[in-house]
């Protein structure tokens, strides 16, 4: 440990982190580039931060304040000290419903501040597409804006005051007025002497007339008053000045309700020259997507619903959203907007979207453009950020996008096309491979060429993601020579010594130094028991992440339940996917992939398949977990109780032979704690129950009648813990006319592939492909993460085996089979309530749709799904006794609360065991599976028969 380690450690009451895989996790933002740091701090308060500043300052180590690191500029990557700032100073001080402000810390995180607002009629005015896990921190220091700057400006003009660590580790307070005259000889005294005189109408005349800027500082928003406003004037500075450590911001009444017309063009030329119709009617935001993404939305099951709304196949959408309180007025809006489209022959057709429940599907893939585009990469071909943010005047939009498209053809580059219409800003991101040095010429050549083209235009090269590593090159061109002095004047008064994020803004390294992928070096051999050669091998699999962070979002949706009760960036599937990118690029991979330290980052994952659907690009941390399990087995060897959860199938079974005996000693205290001192399964966990009748049992008196096959998967739980889920799943399919046959042969192999237990997993798909490939029968089970194994996993476990397509092509949900028949439902929850909750697996391979709408054909029930993520429970993860806390934390997050909410009279579903296990557990409720529900709703009996469809 170096001195500066040695004392920055003691100093802090936050952690630090100096090892090689904290150092990688942190190199990268999502960005381009890729700087390793010296080392990352987590500081638990602003006095901790200000201990980092001095000592870094002291041994002149750079400070690289981070909030997300969703950077799309470079702007977080640096070779000095990153301080995560989002890891603690998370907390929401206060918010004034009078004055319209919130007090926060810098890791607050754009939704959460929302969410806290909205109890108040207000909101936070800038809302970026990655308002999930955009810290407010970092919206400061970028200066972001988002669809709704046309109505609402950008960061810059809602920041009222900040509290800040300056460069001499020194606290200070800015506002738009100066309260205490700073002591002499300090960082904040020169401020004050010094910056005014910069204020010349020489110097001011050098920026660009164009409104919507975060580039460079903003010496003519400071000269322009009202008073001395440092707290805006540092807004935008990318850590380069100051660290922010608390905002005072202005907050904004939040509308009731917002409508959106959705043009259909058959060009983005032709949606964009429809924008300024759209801006006559006064919208909230006017955001265009082309065919590029939309393509790719229709890829993913979580954007599955956008081609139901959308008319032919349109090459691109133009968003109108106006927002209000009105509903008549804002839909008279609308009705204008259609006519004024269709009176200039603008677009073929438009949606409207008047309500949330219409609006969700489109906002949804709208915010995830980024996600999606990203998701078009091929190997190391990406779409990358360096002309991403350029802005024109609106009415020039047209013609500048025309030019910008010459200059893509002329240099053979390809990009996608969305962005802010509305205030003249499009997100293009050419697809280019940073290792090929011909790509690397063309990528700075088109950088030079818009950047002279932006200027041609009056408008602005850098309009919403900032300056960072890919832009802040130009600015002596952009500012000229007088202004970019100036600039230069600014950041040497701050930060005299250089140390505060050097290399943006000014004095910047060339665009094409620090480049990811061109640093990164081939990755070596190695040889895997899963296939991965679809995205080019193991390591190219974990590479496919852009660092984007949508796995960093703590309220919504699934991915990362980790992450979601942690809040640590090594515990986020980003961070995984970096870890192992650094695993996987040793001179030994194999060597690698058995580290205790990268084990360590791994261990959390819970191989929910989250990522596999809600990560855009779809990076499959799962797989990747089991290959990296089955390489460590290789080298240490496979522990007992890997083994005994590998082998589940065989502990049920013996479990149920057994069950009055086998469920007395899961009960007694002294094997519980024995269990848990010597394998590690938790003693604070009841075990489940063995069924004395279980399913196969059951299944021999069950009267057949004839009709069309379907195959039943007799999974591990539902046979011989749970089997009244089988028993319904049986009865309702014989009713629904078919002839079910139970497969109970063996296992889908599962269990043995969650442990890496690859070669088990293996032999015991290849058993189960043999007895099912012989049919044409559907075949559906009641566990969705079971009977998906045979979509998903065996893909992977058998590429070779031409028998596996055929098989995985007749899974099918047993709910969208049962969708098909009519059933003789009755009235038996009539006027109850169904909450009902999915299993990960479900949600990431299906969806939960088939499952809800077969619940709502009970008559009088309602069905409301749980706004819940992963239950915490994932197999055996909740019964591993080092797991438990962080499992019962992920069920606590949200779901345990809602059904703890709900009155006695609702009727909780869960599609999983596991699930059903954990809400048992943790709130004391009984969950039923749908299809028990389903077959209590009906008038059937095992030996009754209907029709199908």
């Known amino acids: 440990m170096t001195d500066f380690e040695h004392e920055l450690t003691g100093a802090l009451g936050g952690r630090t982190g100096f090892d090689a895989y904290t150092r990688h996790l942190y190199s990268r933002d999502a960005s381009m580039y890729a700087i390793e740091p010296r080392g990352v701090a987590f500081p638990r308060d602003a006095d901790d931060v200000a201990a980092a500043v001095t000592i870094a300052g002291r041994h002149g180590v750079p400070i690289v304040a981070r909030g997300a690191g969703t950077s799309l500029a470079g702007q977080t990557v640096g070779s000095g000290l990153v301080l995560d700032l989002s890891r603690h100073l998370h907390e929401i001080v206060a918010i004034d419903p009078e004055a319209r402000t919130a007090r926060v810390q810098p890791g607050v995180v754009q939704d959460q501040l ?217 839909r008279g809006r609308l009705d204008r907007l259609t006519a004024r489209w269709k009176r200039h022959g603008h677009g073929y057709h438009t949606v409207r979207a008047e309500t949330p429940a219409q609006q969700a599907g489109l906002l949804k893939v709208r915010a995830a453009s980024l996600g999606l585009l990203m998701a078009a990469s091929t190997g190391t071909l990406r779409p990358l950020a360096f002309v991403e943010d350029t802005a024109v005047d609106p009415a020039r939009l047209a013609d500048y996008t025309r030019d910008f498209q010459k200059v893509l053809d002329r240099h053979g580059l390809h990009a996608g096309f969305y962005g802010h219409c509305s205030v003249g800003c499009l997100h293009i991101r050419p697809f280019v491979d940073v290792r090929r040095p011909e790509h690397r010429r063309a990528m700075r050549a088109v950088a030079e060429e818009i950047k002279d083209l932006v200027v041609a235009y009056g408008g602005v090269n850098s309009s919403e993601h900032g300056d960072g590593l890919a832009r802040s090159e130009f600015n002596r061109e952009i500012f ?103 695993a996987l690029s040793e001179a030994d991979p194999r060597a690698g992939l058995s580290d205790d330290r990268l084990h360590g980052i791994l261990d959390l994952c819970l191989m929910c398949k989250a990522c596999k659907s809600e990560c855009p690009l779809g990076v499959d941390m799962a797989a990747l977990k089991a290959e990296t399990l089955a390489a460590r ?31 007395l000693l899961t009960r007694s205290a002294p094997l519980r704690r024995l269990l848990d001192r010597r394998l590690g399964i938790t003693a604070a966990r009841p075990l489940p129950r063995f069924a004395r009748t279980d399913l196969i049992r059951w299944f021999r008196h069950v009267h057949r009648p004839p009709g069309p096959e379907i195959i039943l998967l007799a999974d591990s739980f539902t046979t011989w813990t749970e089997p009244s889920a089988g028993q319904a799943a049986v009865t309702l399919l014989t009713a629904a006319g078919w002839r079910v046959r139970l497969e109970s042969g063996g296992c889908c192999g599962r269990a043995s592939y969650s442990k890496g237990l690859l070669d088990d997993a293996r032999r015991r798909a290849a058993a189960l492909v043999t007895r099912l490939a012989g049919s044409s029968s559907p075949i559906v089970g009641c566990e969705p993460s079971c009977v998906l194994t045979l979509r998903d996993e065996h893909r992977q476990l058998l590429p070779d085996d031409p028998r596996v397509p055929g098989v995985a092509g007749r899974v099918r949900q047993i709910e969208e089979i049962l969708l098909d028949a009519d059933l003789p439902l009755t009235g038996r929850f ?44 994932a197999g055996s993860f909740g019964y591993e006794s080092e797991h438990y806390d962080l499992s019962m934390t992920i069920a606590e997050s949200r779901l345990l609360p809602a059904v703890r909410n709900e009155p006695a009279s609702t009727i909780v579903a869960a599609t999983g065991f596991s699930c059903r296990q954990q809400i048992r557990h943790g709130t004391e409720r009984v969950a039923r599976h749908p299809l028990e529900l389903l077959l209590e709703a009906c008038s059937v009996d095992p030996g009754s028969r209907s029709s199908k469809r």
């Open 830 to 873: 009539a006027g109850r309530r169904i909450l009902y909750h999915g299993h990960c697996h479900q949600k990431a391979e299906v969806g939960t749709a088939a499952t809800l709408a077969l619940l709502r054909r009970i008559p009088g029930a309602e069905v409301v799904e749980v706004d819940a993520g992963c239950c915490g429970m």
């Open 480 to 582: 000229g020579d007088e202004l970019y002095a100036a600039l230069r004047t600014v950041k040497e008064i701050f930060d005299p010594h250089g140390l505060m994020n050097p290399g943006k803004i000014v004095d910047a390294p060339p665009m094409t130094d620090h480049l990811r992928d061109a640093a990164l070096p081939p990755a070596p051999p190695i040889r895997t028991r899963l296939d991965f050669t679809v995205v080019g091998g193991m390591r190219d699999t974990a590479d496919r992440c852009m660092n984007i962070g949508l796995c960093r979002k703590d309220a919504t949706g699934v991915m990362c339940p980790s992450y979601m009760a942690t809040r640590d960036e090594e515990h986020s599937t980003r961070g995984r996917a970096n870890a192992l990118v650094k």
């Open 633 to 663: 087995h290789d080298t240490h060897g496979v522990p007992l109780r890997s083994r005994l959860f590998g082998a589940i199938r065989t502990v049920n079974r013996l479990g149920a032979a057994t069950a009055p005996l086998a469920n």
């Open 114 to 330: 929302n969410r806290a607002a909205a109890a108040h009629g207000l909101m936070f005015g800038p809302d970026t597409s990655t308002s999930n896990r955009a810290t407010l921190g970092g919206m400061i220091g970028n200066n972001s804006a988002g669809s709704g700057s046309v109505r609402h400006g950008m960061t810059i003009d809602h920041v009222r005051e900040l509290a800040v660590v300056l460069s001499d580790g020194t606290h200070a307070r800015f506002g738009s007025d100066r309260r205490d005259a700073p002591r002499s000889g300090t960082v904040e005294s020169e401020i004050y002497r010094r910056l005014p005189g910069l204020l010349t109408p020489e110097v001011l005349a050098g920026f660009p007339p164009y409104w919507r800027r975060a580039c460079g500082y903003p010496l003519d928003r400071l000269a322009a008053g009202p008073g001395f406003d440092l707290a805006r004037f540092v807004v935008g500075s990318e850590g380069t000045l100051v660290t922010v450590t608390e905002a005072l911001v202005d907050l904004v009444p939040r509308p009731r309700h917002t409508m959106i017309a959705v043009g259909h063009f058959t060009s983005v030329l032709g949606a964009v020259e429809a924008t300024g119709d759209a801006l006559a009617g006064e919208p909230s935001a006017v955001e265009m997507m082309d065919r590029t993404i939309l393509d790719l939305s229709r890829r993913k099951i979580e954007y599955a619903g956008l081609g139901q709304l959308l008319a032919g196949d349109p090459a691109a959408l133009l968003f109108v959203s106006f927002a209000g309180d009105d509903e008549r007025e804002l």
